[in-house]
């Protein structure tokens, strides 16, 4: 057993060495994390306020996403989209693109006056020497108009739009009104009809500016579309009703990654449960702790729901305020939080949450801050294996994340010859165990695990047969007590975790 162990890490690694992936990286910075301030509280009622004020960080909620060759720093390759515009946004983007370096992709960008498909022009000297001459450098700003490629809008309030005005009347003061230089905004046809409305009322801008400004790009619910590089899916969300029915969240898929922009929303009526599964990053909108309907929002209690749910390992949480807790101060009986946390305490409470209900370790759930960053290499060519490292990880125990719906664990412990499998959904967790394992392998390549039940002291446990059928990338499950399934499954596999699985059979049980 050894020995065929050893020897098959060595084939794996060695087919692996060639045929690097691309260097390319997904970025997203998070603007800012504030609701609309009215519904901060004031310095008395709120310590989070307080906190607010102390830091200077004022930015309505938003996020960038970014792509961007770190190898060869060309400008086709980069791609920025902005989601969300209210107050503070544009300071917070410039700030972000210098953080991150990226003057250059700001100042070739609008120098070379195009959008998508833009070359840089050679040896074109960098407009910018220092990132904080930014503002008071005019020769810059007559062409530093580009700070992203597209905008995705979520809704038209205020706090999410905000500052879109003060960008039509930078872009308006810039003479070129060519039409590459419109700002491309995504939104539904309904966020788009407010949208004017209220530029219109509480601007001084005309139809005639706006139009002129903006190249609006009509966002139909539950169809994929693409923007640049990135395809995305928008879902129709229900945010309260005193709200407009134009909220929609974004799921973001770029180089194999795939991030959902979920703020403002207390349901989604009919978002498509499957492409919500396993994203690399959740970004969730979560105006209170406990459960506060009457804000149009989910809380945080809800928020671990949807983490589960979805299987988000990594959840960013913004928007919150935690005003209306304070509600529940006149129940005597309430546990929960009764007022609005800083964010040390919010992220106290939640990491203790997590660690009593054992979901500390598999899910992070992260207050975010104006400013942070995460980043994560592209996957850019899914080969059959994803690196040396995972290959060489496999050990006696794996965990499978299927395309839709479930998680799997499966513990090997040769010397007492026991398996152990758990099977996870939204809504049950299976977790059971056989004895003497045995592994055939069938025509195409394909196996079967059999393993008995474990002998209890009254009663045998269900059988298993799990097969792996690798044409379809379906692990088929039957767990049965004499006639009756216990569980019984075709479970559908990508193809990284459809060949992890089949080393980790090999490696395990040949
Ligand atoms: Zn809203």
């Known amino acids: 057993m050894t020995s065929s162990h050893d020897k098959n890490i060595k084939n794996l690694s060695q087919s692996l060495s060639d045929d690097q992936p691309g260097q390319r990286e ?3 910075r998070i603007n800012g994390v504030l609701p609309d301030k009215r519904r901060l509280g004031n310095q008395q009622t709120s310590e989070r306020y307080a906190e607010i004020l102390q ?7 938003s996020c960038s996403i970014f792509i961007r060759d770190t190898k060869q720093n060309t400008l086709d390759s980069d791609f920025h989209i902005l989601f969300d515009l209210g107050e503070g946004v544009i300071g917070s983007v410039e700030k972000g693109l210098s953080d991150l370096g990226m003057e250059k992709y700001l100042s070739e960008r609008g120098h070379n006056q195009s959008n998508l498909h833009s070359t840089p022009a050679i040896g074109s000297p960098l407009l910018l020497s220092s990132p904080s001459s930014n503002t008071e450098n005019p020769a810059l700003q007559s062409r530093d108009i580009r700070l992203f490629d597209a905008l995705l809008i979520s809704h038209s309030h205020e706090d999410h739009i905000n500052d879109l005005s003060k960008l039509i009347l930078r872009q308006n003061s810039i003479a070129d009104h060519a039409p590459m230089n419109k700002i491309r905004a995504y939104c539904t046809r309904t966020c788009k009809e407010y949208i004017m409305k209220d530029l219109l009322s509480r601007t001084s ?3 005639n500016n706006i139009e002129e400004c903006i190249d609006f790009q009509v966002v139909t619910p539950n169809e994929f579309f693409n923007v640049g590089p990135f395809s995305i899916i928008a879902f129709q969300a229900y945010h309260g009703i005193e709200s407009s029915d134009d909220a929609v969240i974004y799921v973001v898929n770029i180089l194999n990654r795939k991030i959902i922009v979920g703020w403002d929303f207390l349901s989604l009526p009919e978002a498509n449960e499957s492409i919500l599964w396993n994203p690399d990053l959740l970004i969730l909108g979560t105006e209170t702790y406990n459960q506060h309907p009457e804000t149009g929002m989910i809380s945080i209690t809800e928020a671990y729901d949807l983490v589960r749910r979805w299987n988000a390992k990594e959840c960013y949480i913004v928007h919150y305020s935690g ?3 304070i509600d529940e101060r006149s129940n005597q009986w309430f546990r929960g939080p009764v007022k609005p946390m800083s964010s040390a305490e919010l992220q106290s409470t939640i990491d203790s949450h997590l660690k009593i209900s054992g979901a500390q370790g598999k899910f992070r759930i992260i207050v975010a801050e104006e400013g942070m960053i995460w980043t ?24 499978i994340e299927s395309l839709e719906r479930y998680v799997l664990k499966v513990e090997n412990d040769d010397k007492i010859g026991k398996l ?15 004895e003497n394992p045995k592994l055939e392998k069938g025509k195409d390549n394909n196996y079967t695990l059999y393993a ?13 047969v799990l097969e792996l059928v690798k044409d379809l990338s379906v692990l088929k499950i039957y767990v049965t007590k004499g006639r009756k399934a216990i569980f019984h499954d075709d479970i559908l596999l990508g193809k990284n975790e459809m060949n992890r699985f089949e080393q980790y059979l090999i490696l395990n049980f040949e």
């Open 452 to 464: 008995l039940g474990e002998k209890g002291m009254l009663a045998k446990g269900p059988d298993l």
């Open 376 to 399: 994560r290499q592209g996957n850019e060519n899914l080969q059959p294996t994803t690196s040396d490292k995972v290959e060489s990880e496999i050990g006696s125990s794996i965990e």
């Open 420 to 434: 152990r499998l758990v099977i996870e959904d939204n809504i049950n967790r299976y977790d059971m165990v056989f």
């Open 323 to 325: 005003l209306k807790d």
């Open 55 to 61: 830091s200077g960080m004022e930015t309505n909620t």
């Open 26 to 28: 997904v970025i997203v």
């Open 205 to 207: 801008l005309t139809r």
